[in-house]
């Protein structure tokens, strides 16, 4: 595969190729410090033990992106996946059938999966899912 730019290219603002209108977006900063601040988020109760902060999406319907909170031995219980999974941790750790995960680790769950997930220390993490999850157990 072939490269246009070298990697790490990252476009002057000032280029007049990029002169478009600007427009609304989330843009998250500093994500491993997030800890630092986590008391600043407006978290809702999502799940024993779990709180979430939803970035765009219902959870229901679409895709979603959320950020979640476990406390110490915070659970998710048994779901499966009808899309893909991408989860992000950004600070402590959690664990399920297939490893534990730690800080800076991205995992990727295919559709068709399933899982339980625990933090016993509890961890932050960044959830993005092509489609809701199906919960077959609370």
């Keep these: ?13 000032s280029d007049t190729s990029l002169s478009l209108p600007t ?3 989330i ?9 630092a601040r986590a008391d600043q988020i407006p978290w809702q109760p999502f799940r024993e033990g779990v709180q979430i902060h939803r970035l765009y999406g219902d959870g229901r319907t679409g895709p979603t992106a959320a950020l979640l909170r476990f406390q110490k ?15 992000l941790i950004l ?5 399920d059938q297939n490893s534990v995960a730690t800080a800076g680790t991205l ?9 339980r997930v ?3 220390a ?17």
């Design 1 to 13: 595969m072939s490269r246009t730019r070298p990697v790490g290219f990252r476009p002057n603002v």
């Design 23 to 25: 427009y609304p977006r």
């Design 27 to 35: 843009e998250l900063t500093e994500l491993f410090q997030l800890a």
């Design 73 to 87: 031995a915070g659970r998710i219980p048994l779901h499966s996946h009808a899309g893909y999974e991408h989860i």
């Design 91 to 95: 600070a402590g750790s959690q664990r």
């Design 107 to 115: 995992m990727i769950n295919p559709p068709g999966t399933s899982h």
């Design 118 to 120: 625990i933090s016993e």
């Design 122 to 138: 509890g961890c932050i993490v960044l959830a993005i899912y092509e489609k809701p999850v199906v919960f077959l157990e609370e």
